[in-house]
């Protein structure tokens, strides 16, 4: 082996042929490997950009997805805003319709309390060619009006009676009512004492009562102030008719 080497080592140095030939070969290998190294290379990154491929496709189908989950989501907003519309369309006509209902109910009422008064005033100046007081008339009135609306059960009629040593014109124990006639009312005396009164039933029979004044005939001023008097103090009052 030392002597082939000799033996090369000598060509080299006097062979240029030779010399080129191996240097040749030599740089040959280098580039061969090189090259080699290169494939490899390439076929990773090859693999690396079928791998990036892969991953873009798969967030092209993402984004895909997506956007036909966005366009729903947009379909299902606008099917929601024409649902909130129509519902809030449907929630104004109700609220119309409740102020109608409400404003035809005010009109009932007013109907009902002046009809109420004009029976009052007329039966009132009748009541005396029937043999009987005013008194005795409108607690036979508001009697068939009450069984009439509810208020009262069919057995029950109101009546003159006591609470303690307070005598009531229209009474009933149950349901309780403290109510009051007067022919004639030029102040607020009537009400303040009706109140009174409702007060001592409330206090014997531990529950509030329902509180009625009936007036024949009332002055234009006492009866603003009987009125409001009543809304303050949730009385029911029935006012035949207002003279000057």
Request: aromatic letters at 6%; a negative charge; zero cysteines.
């Amino acid at each position: 082996m030392e002597l082939l080497k000799k033996e090369i080592l000598e060509l080299l140095d006097k062979d240029i042929e030779f010399r080129y030939a191996v240097a040749g070969y030599l740089g040959l290998s280098e580039i061969l490997k090189r090259l080699d190294s290169l494939t490899e290379e390439q076929v990773r990154l090859r693999e690396e950009q079928t791998k990036i491929w892969k991953e873009i496709e798969a967030l092209k189908e993402e984004q895909v997805r997506l956007r036909e989950e966005q366009t729903k989501l947009g379909e299902e907003q606008t099917k929601l805003r024409e649902e909130q519309t129509k519902l809030r369309e449907d929630f104004n006509k109700m609220l119309e319709v409740i102020k109608q209902l409400q404003e035809g109910q005010i009109r009932l009422e007013k109907r009902v309390d002046s009809l109420e008064a004009a029976m009052i005033s007329g039966f009132g100046e009748l009541s005396k060619f029937a043999g009987l007081t005013f008194e005795e008339f409108v607690r036979k009135f508001l009697t068939a009006s009450m069984r009439k609306s509810g208020d009262i059960p069919e057995y029950a009629e109101l009546v003159k009676g006591f609470v303690d040593s307070e005598e009531v014109n229209l009474f009933l124990e149950e349901p309780l009512i403290i109510g009051e006639t007067t022919s004639y009312a030029e102040s607020t005396d009537d009400i303040q004492k009706l109140l009174r009164k409702a007060e001592v039933a409330k206090a014997k029979y531990s529950r509030e009562p329902k509180k009625i004044l009936v007036i024949l005939a009332a002055k234009r001023e006492a009866a603003k102030e009987i009125r409001k008097v009543a809304e303050e103090k949730n009385v029911e009052i029935i006012i035949g008719k207002i003279v000057d």
